[in-house]
């Protein structure tokens, strides 16, 4: 009977419009599956498969379709909902082989619930928090049909002029790595072929965030010390990981664009990290090789991309044109294209699609009835995240947490904002489900009467930054403009406040203006929000700034006008009600910088774990001649792993368990962390080690772990910390790694500034 009904639900499932296998069922050995695959197929359906397309000019609709049924489409990027890609799998199962396709997606920060961007999830210092994001992300984007994320963007960065710094998780190599672990573990899931698991695909390999002047698409020239020591180590703990893709990056490396960079794909991800996944060019990447310099013209630069090991074209027009005749003239090899070719069925055999080509889309009577249902989204996740990754800058006179029976004035273009809360790569969030500040004011508040409202200025007045920031296709952002005059908006808004008890006024930037492609030269809050929070503070009344933005910005002047400042970033779905959670005091604020924040841009690049330099600035003679600006305070406006409570802390001195460290052996550290504060809350206490002495500079503190803790009034804990040879190791000037003897310092603190110091020896 159990036979029968096997043999019944295979026959079943072999009748269904469109579902088929490859010519054969996919057994336990993958190679040998693939192998046998790859012998059957055709050049035309190889190349096919190295093409990774979307709906567009370049290729309509109906064009993929023809393609897709001819076997010569490996996947489709940029479309979801179960019904569209029933469609396009069901043309794929009517090509010769029946190859499935896959289908991807830019899932940053959510796919319909919307966490907060990667500089937020990065200010939670929450491990747990990141993971939870990430799988909620999974579970959303499979059940809307997608086998592939492209996530987690894990590029360091040190220039916040540089707009695709929002997508990332900050300055600091430890904490990237970490992150991009925890975040391909949870996309991916314990078993990669499950039904609400993903494929990672970790970006943009190698060294994005390094571009010259933070400007989008630069070059990157670099040094290999520094290149292994600070930017590599992200990329590498997602191949640490297992993820499944990695996306190769725009940009040009010492001279070489990565979609021809055979060192860095070829002999530094397969031959040195084994990488055994999918390489994906970027947007158009492998024709832009032209634009470089490096390819006289699509055909060789189709050559350069399959030679450096580029397996998936994104956007392709060059492998389908060129590679046939590469092949033919033997400029190509056939080992070459299938090696490429292997990659992605290994993918989708990974992804379980020659299993079930509709593993992730299911059944048409399955299909949610409306795809924007209330009950798709992640609320009450989305609204624990967002609180943890809110970071209190100041708060004068204690003047957060607000008080729910005063009249609130909030001020601020960006304050009813939906859109841009939901922040860049917002996937398909929507707008219409997302909480505004001004939103999550009015539900805390339960009472319209006791809040104003005043826009006081817009985002910017400048013409040519509104036509860039609103042209179609460009940036995900639609700027809207109040056309009464600038000085009318201020006037309005300090009546307003005039009004009020206390004012809230919600600045920053659009969030197109932290997007790819949009680079900024300065980094004070554009058009006249300066001059509306001068005129704020004229009016005498205690006034809180919430910032939005996706990238550090240079607010000292308003800091200084400010009583409180809270950095809320693009804070997501229910970001609104999680600002107003922390404004009001039903969460005590947790987190903590993820990067440093310049003065002004002349700082830049700005970042806590430089080297010492010959002459580091001295505090105590601030006239001797050293590494400074000397019309500038010296150091960040706010440093990394800065971060204020509603309680306050204190640190015992640092205990070590030994003055000398073996190189077999485990060094322990602790502290006593406690609420000297009135009521609970979290902080994050870190560690960093700086080595004293080495064959190289080194810098002058290093992140090497942290803990989140809670603590009720009163309370202390003692935080352990253990060190060990791996955790002192370098790469030196001939990438050597290894751990060199002599004085290590270890320094624990709330920030990384504010440390508390000891020293032991490794032997």
């Known amino acids: 009977m159990k036979m029968l009904t096997v043999i019944g639900l295979i026959t079943l499932l072999l009748s269904q419009p469109g579902w088929a296998q490859a010519g054969s069922v996919p057994g336990d050995d993958k190679a040998l599956f693939i192998a046998d695959l790859l012998q059957r197929m055709t050049i035309e359906e190889k190349i096919g498969q190295l093409r990774l397309n979307c709906i567009g000019q370049q290729m309509p609709q109906e064009t993929f379709l023809e393609e897709a049924a001819l076997g010569q489409v490996g996947g489709l990027f940029y479309v979801t909902g179960r019904s569209d890609l029933r469609a396009f799998q069901d043309a794929a199962l009517r090509s010769r082989l029946k190859i499935p396709l896959f289908f991807a997606y830019d899932v940053i920060h959510g796919h319909r619930t919307l966490f907060p961007i990667g500089l937020g999830l990065a200010s939670t210092w929450d491990v747990d928090a990141v993971a939870l994001s990430a799988r909620i992300a999974a579970k959303e984007a499979s059940a809307d049909g997608l086998d592939m994320v492209f996530s987690p963007m894990v590029d360091i960065t040190r220039d916040p002029r540089w707009g695709r710094m929002s997508e990332g998780l900050g300055e600091d190599t430890y904490m990237a790595s970490r992150y991009a672990q925890v975040m391909v573990n949870a996309l991916q899931g314990t078993k990669l072929g499950a039904v609400d698991s993903v494929m990672a695909s970790a970006k943009h390999f190698a060294l994005y965030g390094a571009a010259e002047g933070g400007r989008d698409y630069n070059s990157v020239d670099m040094s290999l010390p520094k290149m292994y020591q600070d930017y590599l180590p992200p990329y590498r703990s997602a191949v640490n990981a297992g993820v499944g893709a990695m996306m190769l990056t725009y940009v040009a490396i010492n001279g070489t664009p990565a979609t021809s960079n055979t060192w860095l794909i070829h002999d530094l991800l397969r031959k ?38 580029v397996n998936m074209s994104m956007t392709d027009t060059l492998y389908r044109k060129e590679l046939p005749g590469l ?26 699609l020659f299993a079930d080509p509709y593993l992730r889309i299911g059944a048409a009577h399955d299909d949610p009835p409306d795809n924007n249902a209330e009950d798709r989204l992640h609320r009450a996740q989305a609204r624990e995240v967002a ?174 006008a400010a009583d409180a400042v809270l950095e809320t970033w693009y804070s997501g779905t229910e970001g609104g009600n999680a600002i107003a959670d922390v404004l009001f005091g039903d969460y005590n604020p947790s987190g903590k910088l993820p990067v440093s924040f310049p003065r002004s841009v002349g700082q830049i690049p700005m970042y806590y774990n430089h080297l010492n330099t010959s002459r580091p600035h001295l505090l105590e003679n601030p006239r001797a001649v050293t590494s400074r600006y000397f ?131 490794l032997l």
Request: a negative charge.
């Open 272 to 309: 040195q990290w084994d990488f055994k996944g999918l390489t994906i060019s970027d947007f158009d990447a492998v024709n832009e090789l032209v634009t470089h310099g490096v390819a006289r013209d699509g055909r060789e630069a189709a050559l350069r991309a399959i030679k450096a090991g």
């Open 327 to 352: 092949l033919k003239s033997g400029d190509v090899s056939q080992e070459e294209i299938d090696d490429a070719v292997r990659a992605v069925l290994g993918a989708k055999y990974d992804l379980g």
């Open 387 to 560: 609180r943890k990754s809110l970071v209190l800058l100041k708060n004068r006179a204690n003047v957060l947490p607000l008080k729910k029976d005063g009249v609130v004035a909030v001020v601020g273009a960006l304050a009813k904002s939906r859109l841009d809360i939901l922040g860049t790569w917002s996937s398909i969030g929507s707008p219409v489900q997302a909480v505004s500040v001004y939103d999550g004011i009015a539900n805390a508040l339960g009472d319209p009467s006791r809040l104003l409202y005043a826009r006081g200025a817009d985002i910017t007045d400048d013409q040519s930054v509104l036509t860039y920031l609103n042209q179609p296709g460009a940036n995900p952002s639609d700027v809207e403009v109040d056309p009464r005059p600038a000085h009318q908006m201020i006037e309005e808004a300090v009546k307003v406040a005039e009004q009020a008890e206390i004012v809230v006024a919600v600045v920053g930037e659009s969030r197109g203006m932290s997007y790819e492609g949009a680079s900024r030269a300065s980094l004070g809050l554009p058009g006249y929000q300066s001059e509306l929070i001068k005129a704020l503070k004229a009016t005498g009344k205690p006034l809180v700034l919430v910032l939005m933005n996706g990238r550090p910005l240079s607010v000292g002047k308003e800091q200084d």
């Open 631 to 761: 019309d500038e305070a010296y150091g960040p406006l706010y440093p990394f792993g800065f971060g204020l409570s509603y309680t306050q802390f204190s640190l015992s001195d640092v205990t070590l368990t030994s003055k000398q460290l073996e190189r077999s052996e485990t060094l322990g550290a602790s502290v006593v962390v406690k609420n000297t504060g009135q009521r609970e809350g979290e902080t994050v206490v870190q560690l960093y080690v700086r080595d004293v002495s080495a064959s190289i500079s080194r810098p002058i503190k290093e992140l090497k772990g942290f803990q989140k803790v809670m603590l009720k009034p009163g309370e202390e804990k003692v935080i352990q910390f253990s060190l060990n040879e791996n955790d002192l190791k370098f790469y030196d000037a001939q990438l050597k790694h290894a751990a060199e003897s002599g004085e290590f310092r270890v320094l624990i603190g709330l920030d990384s500034q504010n440390v508390k110091e000891r020293s032991f020896e």
